[in-house]
């Protein structure tokens, strides 16, 4: 058994899936926009991460914009038979980097467009509906009209699963009313737990639950606690915090993004790392104040 299948496995709509995955949007320039400083080491982060046993990729051409996708298709194109790519759609990038709302039919079924041209595919495994009524945190309003234009996209061929981005309870309540919602991809981590109730709602119906900034994102975790839990366990903050993800719920799946190889086998290495239970309760007891 390899490191990363002690992570466990989750559906991804119909995909089984490593509960350990890797998000791209770090293979990107500054600010998520633009090349990377280098291009060489992108490549072999992908590489070294499917070839580590990661199946599970997520990424959005709104990255760069442009940037991932066209790096994940020269890495890994033709891609393995087990290997699920996970998009977004919902936002573009302005001139100066700015992250600009992108819901209009048009625009949406250009970025699916955009997404299959540059990933090299006929048909996406999943796209993501990134809801961007506040680009920095859930916001309430109604997806029936975007959501309805992937559900089309899906009818002719194009996308095979629908997920949500960046969503409240309500939010996805009226999206599992429209069509089937495989996953939803909101921020959470160990200082971050405003989903709590969602995610044992969704765990109860085996619907995926991916958290983004699993590791907090453009501010990484700092906290005494943490840091003191991965002191026993003679392991790495952010590797404790991947863990306790992990053991949290069944249904997460993780996606920690990195341009580091290095980085990249510390958080892989967090699959193998077990909690102990009094690890766990001091763990819970983090909350955004105390972090």
């Known amino acids: 058994m390899s490191v990363i299948d002690q992570s466990g496995t989750f559906n991804l709509g119909d995909r089984r899936v490593r509960r350990l995955g890797y998000g791209a949007m770090q293979l990107a320039g500054p600010g998520v926009f633009g090349p990377p400083s280098d291009h060489g080491a992108a490549l072999a982060v992908l590489r070294e991460a499917v070839g580590s046993g990661v199946n599970h990729i997520d990424t959005s051409d709104f990255y ?20 699920v790519i996970v ?43 990134r809801i961007a009524f506040d680009l920095h945190r859930p916001a309430e309003g109604s997806i029936e009209g975007p959501l309805a234009v992937l559900a089309d996209l899906q009818r002719q061929g194009l996308i ?11 939010q996805v309540a009226e999206g599992r009313g429209i069509t089937e919602i495989v996953c939803v991809q909101n921020h959470y981590n160990l200082a971050h ?35 003191n839990v991965a002191t026993r366990l003679s392991a790495t903050p952010m590797q404790v915090a991947l863990a306790w993800l992990l053991r949290r719920a069944p249904n997460i799946l993780l996606i920690p993004g990195t341009s580091s190889l290095g980085h ?28």
């Open 64 to 83: 760069g914009p442009h940037v991932t996708n066209r790096i994940i298709r020269e890495a890994l194109h033709p891609y393995r038979d087990d290997l």
């Open 87 to 129: 998009t977004k759609v919902g936002a573009r990038r302005g001139a100066d980097g700015s992250w600009i709302p992108a819901f209009s039919r048009e625009e949406l079924t250009q970025a699916v467009h955009d997404n299959l041209r540059n990933l090299g595919l006929d048909v996406l495994d999943v796209v993501n509906l």
């Open 160 to 170: 095979r699963h629908i997920g949500l981005s960046n969503a409240t309870s309500k």
């Open 193 to 227: 737990r405003h989903d709590d109730q969602l995610i044992d709602e969704l765990a109860s119906q085996g619907v995926a639950y991916v958290p983004f900034f699993p590791l907090g994102g453009f501010t990484p975790l700092q906290s005494s606690k943490l840091s």
């Open 264 to 291: 990249l086998r510390e958080n892989l290495a967090a699959a193998r790392l077990l909690l102990p239970d009094n690890a766990v309760e001091e763990l819970n007891r983090m909350t955004d104040k105390a972090a």
